[in-house]
């Protein structure tokens, strides 16, 4: 299996609601990502978990509360949004190997197709 | 973008023809790579460069990398219509932080 999935794939909320957005990997990955995709902007980076730990968090507010329940899992979790957090938010994959010996190999992310998200 | 910047913008070619872009970066790195996005959709990696290497081939694919000037390239030769996309390099610190250009989007024309 080398694919990431994410559900739902379009989600409408209002600005009082709660959701969650989620993603599911079994490629064996040791990291998993959250990005957020404006249009016609790149990918921004909001949070990195690493061996189900948080290890980057972007200075995200905190109406965007991920979790990682176990090494296939993550969620973002999403409460009192506001309009301007309409965007596509992509999860991503990578091997992660923390053993510095293998650092020299490929850690590439591998993307799902995204949710894309409308607060109203 | 949080890294850096892509130029062009956009970019319209025949089929055929040869297509490049290019990616500045801020800081340095462990390597670059390079994404494609399909309208909307999830990225693709495409190929990696380590910073130790100049230059990359994969298929249609070539990639440069310049560290002293933090910049790199993208050459797809003899285009197709299947290549209208979008165009990310993403630079990759400290393993696990990966951050991405502005973009260059990408038409082929049939």
């Known amino acids: 299996d080398t694919e990431v999935t994410q559900t739902p794939k379009h989600l409408v909320m209002g600005m009082t609601n709660k959701k969650s957005l989620k993603c599911e990997q079994h490629m064996g990955h040791r990291a998993m990502y959250w990005y957020k995709q404006k249009a016609k902007k790149p990918p921004e980076l909001m949070f990195v978990?690493?061996?189900?730990?948080?290890?980057i968090n972007e200075s995200v507010p905190s109406r965007f509360s991920p979790e990682c329940p176990n090494s296939s899992l993550l969620n973002l979790h999403l409460h009192a949004l506001q309009p301007e957090d309409s965007a596509l938010y992509l999860c991503a994959s990578s091997q992660g190997l923390k053993d510095r010996a293998n650092r020299s190999g490929a850690n590439v992310l591998t993307f799902g197709a995204g949710s894309r998200l409308t607060v109203l | 973008s949080q890294q850096g910047e892509e130029d062009p913008q956009a970019l319209s070619i025949q089929e055929g023809e040869n297509a490049t872009m290019n990616c500045s970066y801020k800081t340095s790195i462990n390597n670059l790579q390079w994404y494609r996005q399909n309208s909307g959709r999830g990225l693709v990696h495409l190929i990696l460069i380590r910073s130790n290497e100049r230059e990359k081939h994969s298929g249609r694919l070539r990639v440069t990398l310049d560290t002293s000037k933090k910049s790199s390239s993208l050459l797809i030769t003899a285009s197709r219509a299947a290549d209208t996309a979008s165009y990310f390099c993403a630079t990759n610190h400290n393993f696990n932080k990966f951050y991405f250009g502005s973009g260059t989007k990408l038409n082929v024309k049939p």
């Open positions: 978990y690493s061996y189900e730990k948080l290890s």
